[in-house]
């Protein structure tokens, strides 16, 4: 059985601008950097993008119902306003590539047709681990995602659906 967790950033996110730093792809999380972030903005073709709590909620019902769809097992989702994070698993053989795709197309498609406009909703690409043990597993469910800092729409599949 294969178990992932996926994260797919909002778009324009997570500019070099953020207190926290920034990261870029290969070097990791860079410290932040004023420059750069105007180096970002003047690139942009398109305004930063934030989930709202309609848009979290329009999320959360489309993974599961893509999840039913495809016979994966949704463990938890949580949606924030700058990013996603989708704990996934599947029996059949599927590359991981493939799922976190179809995953992330479904979504963005479940936006435009709420919101009535095309994204881009996220950053390209995404992240991607997967869960080495039960040990691993039990931490991603019972404490990082369900943590206080990833505030909005939560979905366990032990405990449905609620805000955070």
Not at 38 to 43: I, V
Not at 136 to 160: A, I, M, N, W
Request: with cysteine.
């Amino acid at each position: 059985m294969a178990v992932y967790l996926f994260t797919y950033h909002a778009y324009r996110s997570w500019s070099p601008a953020n207190p926290r730093g920034y990261v870029k792809r290969t070097q990791g999380i860079l410290p932040r950097d004023a420059k750069m972030a105007q180096r970002y903005d003047e690139a942009a073709k398109h305004p930063a993008v934030r989930f709202d709590r309609s848009m979290q909620q329009v999320m959360c019902e489309e993974l599961q119902a893509l999840c039913a769809q495809q016979s994966w097992r949704l463990h938890y989702a949580c949606i924030t306003a700058t990013h996603v994070h989708v704990l996934v698993s599947w029996e059949t053989f599927i590359e991981f590539g493939k799922v976190r795709l179809r995953l992330k197309q479904r979504l963005g498609r479940a936006l435009s047709v709420a919101c009535d406009q095309t994204g881009p909703w996220f950053v390209q690409g995404s992240s991607r681990k997967q869960v080495r043990d039960h040990q691993h597993f039990d931490y991603l469910r019972q404490r990082y995602l369900p943590r206080k800092t990833h505030r909005g729409v939560h979905y366990c599949e032990q405990r449905g659906v609620w805000e955070q």
